[in-house]
């Protein structure tokens, strides 16, 4: 932006109207941040700061009047910039920079975020989460090292970007026919984000052309597809290539890949380095429901769906009220003739007033057009939805209500969406009672609501809370013996997220194996990305790393690759053949991890969810804010790890042996 400012200023202005047309629509926030930033102009912050109530608000009204100070004094500022030629400001200082979060979001930004959100909104040229070698790459010393990555996702083609980014050679095994994961497998109707797209995509990459707040999964497949030519990584990943095991050599101190190709041939290949980025949510789990084999007509999971499937005037049955239940039910609800919905257990579901908006093409204009508009947006966004409601979510023990609630404010969003629903329902009581979880509000997964309450409403809609007994050929029966004939069974199940890295065949050092270590439900790591007697593995999306208080997994995603990154640069810089992290690291982590992760909602006795195993062990979900998990992955602490030079026995690095992982590294949040 820096250099290019000028150019964008000019572009700006160039046609005045198109200025002024965009300004009359564009969001006031960012709006408001772009003149402070160009101006240094304190008092219309806090002019207009009042008006600014939450981090959503703007959407709401700042007075007209206010707002066309604000777009007024914006277009001089540009024209001015433009005629006087004059570069680009500096970045405000650290206390404006804070005043001007904390008034865009009408709530004190602590000064702690600060580094984080500079990072994110990315005002320079500099690519603020890239990895760079210490010295010159060309005086490091002789190496030939190989990383293979199993995943084309976002997790996969981020860390491709950062290897090829530092030269550093790498191939990428992707099961599927082309890159995606979840966002090529999940074809159901009405797929799309939860999380606003302007900071649901690579920092790196900005995409100011989003045609929704949410986009829906064919536009961010298209985006994941625009990342792979403009990094051309398609030439690196071997598609239709299913990794089925990885073996560590203890003899060569290298990995031993295998994989099935599309004709079902196996082959393998060695390198230095795994990194493993098959996503929590890539194998789909299905119910244990006595007959489900039986049923004649067409039966699949969303993440299948069946689109040779006309579902027009069809019995549909659909079995689960999760995050894809609540996409695809109100999108399939009016074509079919009838659609009768399973539930276990209800899920919370809050709106959000930007869920089915269409981004203006005033706002496209200004994210385009105006020099840090779209930073500003993504920051706005990124606070919105990130760490806003962590504190919320710990259990109060004086509380009373525990059987429903945790603390005041939980206790309060409880009543908030309690009343939201209602109205959605027309006052209709005892539909109410069967759709409002009798859990805490975001004890499971918090849903935007795509118009679910009201489908439910619809003449040809009926949820079902109680309990399935079997399925036949061409109905699901119940408990009591109600028969419900169906013509197509959809399961909106989900994933089998506990089972991380199944079914691959991982084997570490001195026979451990990763289902061993794990079983099939207890994965744990350090920091979610590395496992004790697994040298040289890296986890992308790995054990406690899913997002459940806010965030966007992209975020995780670009945290951790960066960290792997940084340990792969200390191999290659320091000529380490293996980096394996200490059991003690590990197990204080995970001890510190499980405390904590106790103390929050989702370990509340009320909730089942696929977060936990059964002996309430949060397992997939991370417990720490945001803000907590980025300073732990900021810088990786060569010391945690047992290292080995060729010959060698795994030792600690340099005379550190004293640095066992410290209280004040971990957050006490
Ligand atoms: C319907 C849906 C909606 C979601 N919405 C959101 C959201 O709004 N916000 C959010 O933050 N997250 C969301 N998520 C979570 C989402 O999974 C992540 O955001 C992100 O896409 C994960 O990327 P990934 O690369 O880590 O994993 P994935 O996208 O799952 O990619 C894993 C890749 O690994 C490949 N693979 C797996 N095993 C092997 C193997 N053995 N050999 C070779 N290849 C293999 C798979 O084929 C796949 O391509 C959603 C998930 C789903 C299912």
């Given at each position: 932006?820096?250099?290019?400012?000028?150019?964008?200023?000019?572009?700006?202005v160039?046609?005045?109207?198109?200025?002024?047309?965009?300004?009359?629509e564009?969001?006031?926030?960012?709006?408001?941040?772009?003149?402070?930033?160009?101006?240094?102009?304190?008092?219309?912050?806090?002019e207009?700061?009042?008006?600014?109530?939450?981090?959503?608000?703007?959407?709401?009204?700042?007075?007209?009047?206010?707002?066309?100070?604000?777009?007024?004094?914006?277009?001089?500022?540009?024209?001015?910039?433009?005629?006087?030629?004059?570069?680009?400001?500096?970045?405000?200082p650290?206390?404006?920079?804070?005043?001007?979060?904390?008034?865009?979001?009408?709530?004190?930004?602590?000064?702690?975020?600060?580094?984080l959100?500079?990072?994110?909104?990315?005002?320079?040229?500099?690519?603020?989460?890239?990895?760079?070698?210490?010295?010159?790459?060309?005086?490091?010393?002789?190496?030939?090292?190989?990383?293979?990555?199993?995943?084309?996702?976002?997790g996969?083609?981020?860390?491709?970007?950062r290897?090829?980014?530092?030269g550093?050679?790498?191939?990428?095994?992707?099961?599927?026919a082309?890159?995606?994961?979840?966002w090529?497998?999940?074809?159901?109707?009405?797929?799309?984000?939860?999380?606003?797209?302007?900071?649901?995509?690579?920092?790196f990459h900005?995409?100011?052309?989003?045609?929704?707040?949410?986009?829906?999964?064919?536009?961010?497949?298209a985006?994941?597809?625009?990342?792979?030519?403009?990094?051309d990584?398609?030439?690196?990943?071997?598609?239709?290539?299913?990794a089925?095991?990885?073996?560590?050599?203890e003899?060569?101190?290298r990995?031993?890949?295998?994989w099935?190709?599309?004709?079902?041939?196996?082959?393998?290949?060695?390198?230095?380095?795994?990194?493993?980025?098959?996503?929590?949510?890539?194998?789909?789990?299905?119910?244990?429901?006595?007959?489900?084999?039986?049923?004649?007509?067409p039966?699949f999971?969303?993440?299948?769906?069946?689109?040779?499937?006309?579902?027009?005037?069809?019995?549909?049955?659909m079995?689960?009220?999760?995050?894809?239940?609540m996409?695809?039910?109100?999108?399939?609800?009016?074509?079919v003739?009838?659609?009768?919905?399973?539930?276990?257990?209800?899920?919370?579901?809050?709106?959000?007033?930007?869920?089915?908006?269409?981004?203006?093409?005033?706002?496209?204009?200004?994210?385009?057009?105006?020099?840090?508009?779209?930073?500003?947006?993504r920051?706005?966004?990124?606070?919105?939805?990130?760490?806003?409601?962590?504190?919320?979510?710990?259990?109060?023990?004086?509380?009373?209500?525990s059987?429903v609630?945790l603390?005041?404010?939980?206790?309060?969003?409880?009543?908030?969406?309690?009343?939201?629903?209602?109205?959605?329902?027309?006052?209709?009581?005892?539909?109410?009672a069967?759709?409002i979880?009798?859990?805490?509000?975001?004890?499971?997964?918090?849903l935007?609501?795509?118009?679910?309450?009201?489908?439910?409403?619809?003449?040809?809609v009926?949820?079902?809370?109680?309990p399935?007994?079997?399925?036949?050929?061409?109905?699901?029966?119940?408990?009591?013996?109600?028969?419900?004939?169906?013509?197509?069974?959809?399961?909106?199940?989900?994933?089998?997220a506990?089972?991380?890295?199944?079914?691959?065949?991982?084997?570490?050092?001195?026979g451990?194996?990763?289902?061993?270590?794990?079983?099939?439900?207890d994965p744990?790591?350090?920091?979610?990305?590395t496992?004790?007697?697994?040298?040289?593995?890296?986890?992308?999306?790995?054990?406690?790393?899913?997002?459940?208080?806010?965030?966007?997994?992209i975020?995780?995603?670009?945290?951790?690759?960066?960290?792997?990154?940084?340990?792969?640069?200390?191999?290659?810089?320091?000529?380490?053949?293996?980096?394996?992290?200490?059991?003690?690291?590990?197990?204080?982590?995970?001890?510190?991890?499980?405390?904590?992760?106790?103390?929050?909602?989702?370990?509340?006795?009320g909730?089942?969810?696929?977060?936990k195993n059964?002996?309430?062990?949060?397992?997939?979900?991370?417990?720490?804010?945001?803000?907590d998990?980025?300073?732990?992955?900021r810088?990786f602490?060569?010391?945690?790890?047992?290292?080995?030079?060729?010959?060698?026995?795994p030792?600690m690095?340099?005379?550190?042996?004293?640095?066992?992982?410290?209280?004040?590294?971990?957050?006490?949040s």
């Amino acid at each position: 932006m820096a250099q290019d400012f000028q150019l964008a200023v000019r572009e700006a202005v160039h046609d005045e109207a198109a200025l002024k047309a965009a300004l009359a629509e564009a969001d006031i926030a960012p709006m408001l941040m772009v003149l402070v930033q160009l101006t240094g102009d304190l008092d219309i912050l806090e002019e207009v700061a009042p008006y600014i109530h939450g981090a959503w608000s703007f959407l709401q009204s700042v007075p007209e009047p206010l707002k066309q100070k604000v777009r007024d004094r914006l277009v001089a500022t540009l024209q001015d910039y433009a005629t006087s030629k004059q570069i680009a400001p500096p970045q405000p200082p650290a206390d404006v920079l804070q005043r001007m979060m904390s008034a865009g979001v009408g709530q004190p930004v602590p000064d702690e975020y600060i580094p984080l959100l500079l990072e994110e909104m990315r005002f320079g040229e500099e690519d603020t989460r890239a990895v760079r070698w210490h010295n010159d790459p060309a005086k490091l010393p002789p190496w030939d090292f190989k990383v293979i990555i199993i995943g084309a996702g976002f997790g996969g083609l981020c860390a491709a970007i950062r290897l090829k980014q530092l030269g550093i050679r790498f191939e990428v095994f992707e099961k599927n026919a082309s890159v995606g994961g979840t966002w090529l497998e999940n074809e159901y109707p009405g797929c799309a984000v939860d999380t606003p797209n302007h900071f649901y995509s690579y920092s790196f990459h900005v995409n100011n052309r989003w045609t929704q707040h949410f986009s829906r999964r064919d536009e961010i497949l298209a985006y994941i597809e625009d990342v792979t030519r403009t990094y051309d990584l398609r030439p690196h990943i071997r598609f239709g290539a299913e990794a089925t095991s990885a073996i560590f050599d203890e003899k060569t101190d290298r990995w031993q890949l295998t994989w099935r190709d599309a004709e079902g041939r196996e082959e393998s290949a060695a390198c230095n380095a795994v990194i493993s980025a098959v996503g929590q949510l890539n194998r789909a789990s299905i119910p244990k429901i006595t007959g489900l084999d039986n049923f004649s007509g067409p039966l699949f999971h969303t993440a299948r769906w069946d689109r040779t499937v006309d579902l027009k005037g069809k019995r549909v049955a659909m079995i689960g009220t999760g995050a894809s239940a609540m996409q695809a039910g109100p999108s399939i609800a009016s074509d079919v003739a009838h659609l009768r919905i399973f539930q276990r257990t209800p899920h919370w579901a809050m709106n959000n007033p930007n869920y089915h908006r269409a981004v203006s093409n005033s706002n496209r204009w200004a994210l385009e057009h105006i020099p840090y508009f779209s930073n500003w947006l993504r920051f706005q966004l990124f606070w919105a939805s990130s760490d806003g409601f962590h504190a919320s979510l710990h259990v109060d023990p004086s509380w009373t209500s525990s059987a429903v609630s945790l603390n005041e404010a939980n206790h309060k969003m409880r009543e908030l969406i309690v009343d939201y629903v209602r109205g959605e329902l027309g006052g209709d009581e005892e539909l109410l009672a069967k759709v409002i979880p009798s859990y805490p509000p975001y004890g499971k997964r918090m849903l935007r609501d795509n118009y679910w309450y009201r489908m439910l409403k619809r003449e040809n809609v009926a949820p079902e809370t109680d309990p399935i007994s079997h399925v036949t050929a061409e109905s699901i029966v119940m408990k009591d013996g109600t028969v419900h004939p169906a013509d197509v069974i959809i399961l909106a199940t989900g994933f089998q997220a506990s089972r991380m890295l199944w079914p691959l065949d991982i084997r570490g050092r001195d026979g451990h194996t990763i289902r061993d270590d794990w079983g099939d439900d207890d994965p744990r790591g350090y920091l979610g990305v590395t496992v004790p007697h697994y040298p040289n593995l890296f986890l992308i999306y790995g054990p406690n790393t899913n997002l459940a208080h806010g965030g966007s997994i992209i975020f995780h995603t670009e945290c951790q690759v960066r960290y792997i990154v940084q340990a792969l640069r200390e191999m290659i810089e320091r000529g380490y053949t293996t980096m394996e992290v200490r059991q003690d690291v590990h197990d204080q982590y995970n001890h510190r991890l499980d405390e904590k992760a106790q103390s929050m909602v989702w370990a509340h006795p009320g909730v089942t969810s696929w977060y936990k195993n059964d002996r309430n062990r949060i397992t997939v979900t991370s417990p720490w804010r945001l803000l907590d998990y980025w300073g732990m992955m900021r810088h990786f602490v060569p010391e945690d790890f047992l290292v080995a030079k060729p010959g060698q026995k795994p030792e600690m690095p340099g005379q550190r042996a004293d640095a066992v992982i410290s209280a004040d590294r971990l957050p006490v949040s």
